[in-house]
């Protein structure tokens, strides 16, 4: 079994972030658009046990995530099934279409702007993204993928290289939906 394995943090200085990877010599491999359409189950709450399930848009690109619960109290990881859909909007919304005649519901829409850095000669294949997230701003993403087996070893790796990029005391293990809806709870009760 396979394990995503990943932190976030919210970017306070782009500039400082930037001259962080640079002194680790991180390269910017891509720059892509994501929009995320989550999707609620017809017969249980995924924000009570901690699930995820979406259409994801890469720029023409179309793939379908089910997230696992996290697995630990200090990083966002947990098991990640991914499935590649046909390229396309229109094959994006035909698999829309067939969930919600399936009676999953559309819970909200995220959209992103995403720089891809790969770090070179690391032990572990990482991915370290930058997000500008419409309504929410700026974070950093560290991912990389575990086996099981080796699943305690790779959090730790990546708490470490956290530190290393100066990244903050704490990760926010909160998703960019339940981010986004936070706010939109927020903004409603003001």
Not at 46 to 73: C, H, V
Request: aromatic fraction near 6%; proline fraction near 3%; hydrophobic fraction near 35%.
């Amino acid at each position: 079994m396979h394990y995503e394995v990943e932190v976030k943090y919210p970017v306070h200085d782009l500039d400082v972030l930037r001259q962080s990877l640079d002194g680790l010599g991180a390269v910017c491999e891509d720059s892509v658009e994501q929009e995320d359409l989550y999707f609620g189950h017809p017969l249980r709450d995924f924000a009570s046990t901690d699930e995820a399930f979406r259409i994801r848009r890469t720029d023409n690109r179309n793939g379908m995530t089910y997230k696992g619960p996290l697995l630990d109290q200090e990083t966002k990881s947990r098991q990640e099934v991914e499935v590649d859909l046909g390229d396309g909007v229109e094959q994006n919304r035909k698999m829309q279409v067939i969930l919600e005649q399936l009676g999953f519901s559309v819970v909200h829409c995220v959209k992103k702007s995403r720089e891809i850095y790969h770090l070179p000669d690391e032990d572990r294949e990482v991915e370290i993204v930058i997000d500008h997230v419409d309504g929410l701003g700026t974070y950093v993403e560290l991912e990389c993928v575990s086996e099981e087996s080796q699943f305690e070893e790779t959090r730790k790796w990546i708490l470490d290289l956290a530190q290393r990029l100066h990244l903050g005391p704490k990760v926010e293990r909160r998703s960019y939906l339940r981010l986004l809806l936070d706010r939109l709870a927020e903004s409603t009760a003001s």
